[in-house]
Each structure stands twice: as structure tokens, then as C-alpha cells.
């Protein structure tokens, strides 16, 4: 026996109030939304710009980017020839590299430690976070285990907001250095991304969870600006 087909019927609210409370949430979803990356673009208002608008800070934060056959992305490497201009224009003396080192094939601090000493910075001056596995987890080390108050923080113009957010959250007085990026792939996932991390980031902020892993302090961050002087 065929059962008799059962049409439904999605449509908008019959009655103008129906409508009216439709249009209203709608809007409270999108307002929701774009709450966390409102916070971000406000957290960062004035705090991002380019290497000459950078303030002296004494120290850079470079964030991971990926490796490719062990050796930095090219978002990586513009990256940390940001850092590198910063370190030759003195408004640096010291290099945070601070990336994912979770496996022992896979260790983004020191190929980035290479990039740098490679491009002329001293090697005592580059310090590595082996354990900054996203960015919260970056600023909060950054504080926490290695004394950054104050730094210039480096990553492309996607990410650098959100970064500049989450560091002055973490308690690091924080500049931004957009670096310039091609508008490929990457940069377009990146971008899309961004609007998903916002919200993870805000959450972050409000919550403060500790790192992924915290572990005793470091003094690298330290004798890296006593040898800088």
C-alpha cells in the first residue's frame, strides 16, 4: 500500500509580526557572529602597521607558519624577514620564534632560529618557544615563561589582529607588523579562517585558559636583551 505523500512547506512567517521577530532574529545570529571579530578589530584599533611604523619594543614575536620540506613556508620567510628588518633598524634586540615542535620530524622554532641567523641575526638573540602550538597559547607563553611586557608581534595582515588581541589579553603590550602577503590560496583560506578564530579568541580572552602546556620559566628572552645592549 502506497502512504499518501506529506508536502511541507518552509516558507516566511504569514502575519507581520511572525515577520517582524524573523528579521530580528536573523539579525541577533548575525550580530552574534560578528561580535568576536568586532572585539578583535577594536582590541587592535591603532596597534598595526608596517616595520618603519613600528614602535622599539626590545622584542619580536614571530609566529609559526608552516614548514615546507623542513624549511619555513614562504609565509613563514616574509615573516621573518619582518623580524629581521626590525632587528637591523635596532627596534629590536631580541627574537621570539615561537611555533609547533609537537613531534620530533616537525620543529618550526628551529628552522626558523636557522632563517633568521642565516639573514644576519646573532643567534644569542633568537629565542625558541617550542610549544606555541596556536596563538593564545603563544601570548600567554610569551608572558608567562619568558617575561615579554612589551614586543612587536609579526605575522601576515589575516592573522595579525587577531594576534595583537589575544597578546594584550595575555598581558603583553603588543605593535603588530602586517606583512605583506600575495592574495593566493593561502591567503584566502587564511582570511576565511580568521572568521572562525575570532570566536575561539574572544572566548580565550574572556576565559584565559592556560596553555596547551606551560612548564617552568625561561630567562632566554632576558639575556638576549642584556647581550643586545
Same mark, same amino acid.
Not at 5 to 30: D, K, N, W, Y
Not at 117 to 129: A, K, L, M, N
Not at 142 to 164: M, N, P, T, W, Y
Given at each position: 500500500?502506497? %502512504?499518501?505523500?506529506?508536502?511541507?512547506?518552509?516558507?516566511?512567517?504569514?502575519?507581520?509580526?511572525?515577520?517582524?521577530?524573523?528579521?530580528?532574529?536573523?539579525?541577533?545570529?548575525?550580530?552574534?557572529?560578528?561580535?568576536? /571579530?568586532?572585539?578583535?578589530?577594536?582590541?587592535?584599533?591603532?596597534?598595526?602597521?608596517?616595520?618603519?611604523?613600528?614602535?622599539?619594543?626590545? $622584542?619580536?614575536? $614571530?609566529?609559526?607558519?608552516?614548514?615546507?620540506?623542513?624549511?619555513?613556508?614562504?609565509?613563514?620567510?616574509?615573516?621573518?624577514?619582518?623580524?629581521?628588518? %626590525?632587528?637591523?633598524?635596532? @627596534?629590536?634586540?631580541?627574537?621570539?620564534?615561537?611555533?609547533?615542535?609537537?613531534?620530533?620530524?616537525?620543529?618550526?622554532?628551529?628552522?626558523?632560529?636557522?632563517?633568521?641567523?642565516?639573514?644576519?641575526?646573532?643567534?644569542?638573540? !633568537?629565542?625558541?618557544?617550542?610549544?606555541?602550538?596556536?596563538?593564545?597559547?603563544?601570548? !600567554?607563553?610569551?608572558? @608567562?615563561?619568558?617575561?615579554?611586557?612589551?614586543?612587536?608581534?609579526?605575522?601576515?595582515?589575516?592573522?595579525?589582529?587577531?594576534?595583537?588581541?589575544?597578546?594584550?589579553?595575555?598581558?603583553?603590550?603588543?605593535?603588530? $607588523?602586517? $606583512?605583506? /602577503?600575495?592574495?593566493?590560496?593561502?591567503?584566502?583560506?587564511?582570511?576565511?579562517?580568521?572568521?572562525?578564530?575570532?570566536?575561539?579568541?574572544? %572566548?580565550?580572552?574572556?576565559? @584565559?585558559?592556560?596553555?596547551?602546556?606551560?612548564?617552568?620559566?625561561?630567562?632566554? !628572552?632576558?639575556?638576549? %636583551? /642584556?647581550?643586545?645592549?
Amino acid at each position: 500500500m502506497r %502512504l499518501p505523500r506529506t508536502r511541507v512547506r518552509i516558507g516566511l512567517p504569514r502575519t507581520r509580526t511572525g515577520r517582524r521577530r524573523a528579521v530580528q532574529a536573523v539579525a541577533a545570529v548575525c550580530t552574534l557572529a560578528l561580535a568576536p /571579530a568586532a572585539w578583535m578589530f577594536t582590541a587592535a584599533e591603532g596597534k598595526v602597521g608596517t616595520v618603519a611604523q613600528a614602535p622599539a619594543s626590545g $622584542v619580536a614575536v $614571530v609566529f609559526g607558519a608552516g614548514l615546507w620540506d623542513g624549511e619555513p613556508s614562504p609565509y613563514l620567510a616574509h615573516r621573518l624577514d619582518a623580524a629581521v628588518e %626590525l632587528y637591523r633598524a635596532g @627596534k629590536v634586540k631580541a627574537v621570539l620564534v615561537t611555533g609547533d615542535n609537537g613531534r620530533a620530524e616537525y620543529d618550526e622554532p628551529d628552522a626558523m632560529r636557522t632563517y633568521l641567523v642565516e639573514h644576519g641575526v646573532p643567534d644569542r638573540q !633568537v629565542v625558541s618557544d617550542f610549544a606555541g602550538f596556536d596563538t593564545w597559547d603563544s601570548c !600567554v607563553r610569551a608572558r @608567562k615563561i619568558f617575561g615579554v611586557e612589551r614586543a612587536v608581534l609579526v605575522s601576515q595582515d589575516f592573522h595579525i589582529r587577531r594576534a595583537v588581541a589575544l597578546c594584550e589579553a595575555a598581558g603583553v603590550d603588543s605593535y603588530g $607588523v602586517a $606583512v605583506d /602577503a600575495v592574495r593566493d590560496t593561502t591567503w584566502y583560506y587564511g582570511s576565511t579562517r580568521e572568521v572562525f578564530a575570532a570566536g575561539k579568541a574572544a %572566548l580565550d580572552a574572556a576565559f @584565559k585558559p592556560d596553555p596547551r602546556f606551560l612548564g617552568p620559566k625561561e630567562s632566554g !628572552v632576558a639575556r638576549a %636583551l /642584556a647581550d643586545g645592549r
